[in-house]
């Protein structure tokens, strides 16, 4: 909010300016309730990433991770939204692919082309493997 008041006060060249837009600023750029009820329960997954999880409970966070985001999806109108939502979610079903795919193999490399989600590779990457 401090920002758009301070580019509201520099758009308009004076201290004055419109409580309302601003007011219509924040709004727009505020979740819908719908989408913070789903950044509630992802919230919960990374918490629990960054103390530590075991496989087993990663699997049963993300059930809950891709029920919520079917609960939540038919509600939400912003495409930004939509496409977040979709985006979390397969990159931590890839997550657990590859989780799933160390855990059963004897090999030190994973196959790249076995999951679904499009991301950056830093330049000299191997192509094909991890």
């Given at each position: ?34 989408f913070a009820d ?75 082309d076995s999951i ?11 192509a094909g493997a991890?």
């Amino acid at each position: 909010m401090r920002d758009e008041l301070a580019r509201q006060k520099a758009a308009s060249g004076s201290s004055a300016i419109s409580t309302q837009a601003v007011v219509t600023h924040v709004a727009s750029v505020l979740p819908t309730p719908d989408f913070a009820d789903f950044l509630r329960v992802s919230r919960r997954m990374v918490s629990a990433m960054g103390t530590g999880v075991s496989y087993g409970d990663f699997g049963q966070r993300l059930v809950d991770i891709e029920a919520s985001a079917e609960e939540v999806l038919p509600k939400i109108t912003d495409p930004a939204q939509k496409a977040k939502i979709a985006d979390f979610v397969i990159a931590l079903h890839d997550a657990y692919s590859l989780w799933r795919y160390k855990i059963s193999s004897d090999s030190d490399r994973m196959p790249i082309d076995s999951i679904s989600g499009e991301y950056a590779y830093p330049a000299g990457f191997p192509a094909g493997a991890w």
